[in-house]
Antibody, heavy 121, light 107 residues
């Protein structure tokens, strides 16, 4: 079955870096755009970034632009989120999600269980 | 950026009630709207795409409607499993944006 498993979360000090990974299985990873979405404690969903199926196009939310970078390795069926210059307001559960349309970037039809990032001194 | 506004933010209802949640976009998004359900401590679950197309396996008591700037999610007869928070999301243009959520509580 289609599965997304995030890893790499943890507790990190402000200003430091962290890289999240998302291992995909059960579908043709290289055919779908992929997203990162986050949810701060007690808050709603915030879309963070998207990458096209081939990795050639990316878009980041203004709140993370210049600090976070989405990437993918289609040979490893893995999505990444490099997070630099972390701030307290980046504390959240980070979800990896698959786009619902082949070669598109639209809605998210499959979600991972999430990985928690806590930025604190 | 397109702002998505949901109302109400909280809704109290009983099993069997008909429930309607509204989502408004700050500019026209045609029908490029999805709905999600999220339960505490769980990842969101996708319900509807293109404003009114039900994902396979989603109970038929869920329905979506609307186009342009105003959309609704309706649950025709609320079931115990439906108590959750619901989010709309536009995918007309980047950045993709979510509404603030509507929590459906037991009355």
């Amino acid at each position: 079955q289609v599965q997304l498993v995030e890893s790499g979360g943890g507790v990190v000090q402000p200003g430091r870096s962290l890289r999240l990974s998302c291992a995909a299985s059960g579908f043709t990873f290289s055919s779908y755009g992929m997203h990162w979405v986050r949810q701060a404690p007690g808050k709603g969903l915030e879309w963070v970034a998207v990458i096209s199926y081939d990795g050639n196009n990316k878009f980041h939310a203004d709140s993370v632009k210049g600090r976070f970078t989405i990437s993918r390795d289609n040979s490893k069926n893995t999505l990444y989120l490099q997070m630099n210059s972390l701030r307290a307001e980046d504390t959240a559960v980070y979800y990896c999600a698959k786009d619902g349309v082949v070669q598109g970037w639209n809605y998210m039809d499959v979600w991972g269980k999430g990985t928690t990032v806590t930025v604190s001194s | 950026d397109i702002q998505m506004t949901q109302s109400p933010s909280t809704l109290s209802a009983s099993v069997g009630d008909r429930v309607t949640i509204t989502c408004r976009a700050s500019q026209s998004i045609s029908s490029w709207l999805a709905w999600y359900q999220q339960k505490p401590g769980k990842a969101p679950k996708y319900l509807i795409y293109k404003a009114s197309s039900l994902e396979s396996g989603v109970p038929s008591r869920f329905s979506g409607s609307g186009s342009g700037t105003e959309f609704t999610l309706t649950i025709s007869s609320l079931q115990p499993d439906d108590f959750a928070t619901y989010y709309c999301q536009q995918y007309n243009s980047s950045p993709l944006t979510f509404g603030g959520g509507t929590k459906v509580e037991i009355e």
